[in-house]
């Protein structure tokens, strides 16, 4: 695979690879209508789903004047009916694209979302500008969709970045440099401290150095000026980086912006795909340039091609994520000490599963939900911390008590607070398993408590009972 030399070339690497499939939820705005029937001029994609009021869609296709199968067209009323409707298309397979037409982006994200594959769904943009970097197309993370930067949100954005960084621009061993604004530890300013943490990490699949400043990372001229700092990866991605990791989604957004401005000029060009669905995902907004717009819709037709859209691994996601395990064997609450361990053993192999990286490379708070709870803190594969809570009362109650959930829920989450500290406040996920994990107002209220913390994800199946 050869290495992207400029983000408008996404357009013939598209053309050259097998067209895509693509769904347009809310399929009757005509510009969306005029970009899908560019992209299949250019070959990028060959059938065209739209979804939506018959009606509207037949007056939109009527006024661009192309050419719909009238099976591609799926009627459906009200943005609800049309996002459900998109999601069974996905389910059924067969799809390589989606591109959020004209449908609320809450709602179909809302109907999306359960379909997460990946930890954290997130907003990968390629682009190259000309006064950045020597022009060379870079990638950054995440203008548009991960509000909360954690550290075990920051990792999966890096897994994310490298998987399109490897698969669409042809960098084996992408350079990652975690953006802040300054090399050196301050207290005040905590994204020097989780860069410093990111880049400390074992990364299999690129290098890693953070916290670096936006100059060091992608100006050579500046390194000889300032030099190298004394940071892990530092020699081999200073003024070089492939992949920039913003600290938060307003330092992101603020740079997409600027280059979606130079874009405007000429300076500059844009791509993104949102990542972590079965199917790339495209939310476009109508302010981007016909350019960007085209572009995004080749970059996510490239991922899709090259990936392969059967490539699917288990489901995990912030909302009723399910890891498929063995069949619970009906012990009771009182098994031995050891059971329990080798019970969480079986929960951190699937949850470091699930993340990507070995057992022994994360840290989790595991949250082993039951009439008698236990949550642990494990750090490098081991437990270092635990405590357990009497929770028999919220097992006799309806789940519609929601004063009672609530109450139970904020004990829990003291406790998850308890073991994030001990096991460093570096955590990749926070994982709810047991018997009470598979009551939907139980995760919800925990997510509301704790998902600031850490990504948190559910495992629905432990091989035994936990109250």
Known sequence: MERLETVVDLIDVAGQLPASTAVVPGGHRVEDLRLVESARDHGIVDRI?????????????????????????????????????????????????????????????????????????????????????????????????TTVC???????????????????????????????????????????????????????????????????????????????????????????????????????????????????????SLASITVGFPVPYIILSRSDSLETRLASVALCAVYAQRKGVADVKPRVADVNCRVAGAKRSGAPDELAQNSKTS??????????????????????????????????????????????????????IEQSDQDAIDAAADRVAKAIGSAFVAAGCEVDAIVLCGTLALSEPIRTALRRRVGRLAPVMVIEDTGRQTG
């Open 150 to 268: 954690n550290f075990g949100r920051l990792v999966d954005l890096i897994h994310n970045a490298v998987d399109v960084a490897q698969n669409v621009m042809g960098i084996p061993r992408p350079r990652v440099a975690v953006l802040s604004a300054n090399e050196k530890q301050i207290a005040s300013l905590p994204s020097t401290r989780i860069g410093l943490a990111l880049a400390r990490r074992r990364w299999s699949n690129a290098v890693v150095c953070g916290p670096l400043s936006f100059d060091l990372a992608t100006d050579p001229s500046s390194a000889a000026v300032k030099g190298i700092p004394d940071l892990p990866g530092a020699e081999d991605v200073v003024g070089r980086a492939d992949v920039l990791v913003c600290p938060g989604i307003d330092t992101a957004n603020v740079l997409y912006k600027t280059i979606a401005a130079m874009n405007k000029f000429g300076a500059a």
């Open 49 to 145: 789903v739209l979804v939506g009021d018959k009606g509207r869609i037949s007056a939109a296709v009527d006024e661009v004047g192309i050419e719909i199968a009238a099976e591609d067209v799926v009627a459906a009323d009200g943005d609800q009916q049309i996002a459900a409707a998109t999601v069974e298309l996905i389910e059924a397979g067969g799809v390589d694209i989606v591109l959020k037409g004209g449908i609320s982006t809450p709602i179909i994200n809302r109907h999306m979302l359960p379909l997460a594959i990946r930890p954290t769904v997130s907003l990968a943009t390629v682009f190259d500008a000309a006064p950045l970097a020597g022009g060379r197309p870079m990638l950054m993370t995440d203008a548009g969709v």
């Open 343 to 396: 019970g969480r053993e079986s929960v951190v192999r699937r949850a470091a599963e699930a993340i990507g990286s070995p057992a022994e490379d994360v840290s989790l708070i595991v949250a082993e939900l039951g009439s008698r709870t236990t949550v642990a803190a494990v750090r490098g594969g081991n437990t270092v911390d635990s405590s357990e809570l009497d929770l028999r009362q919220i097992t006799e």
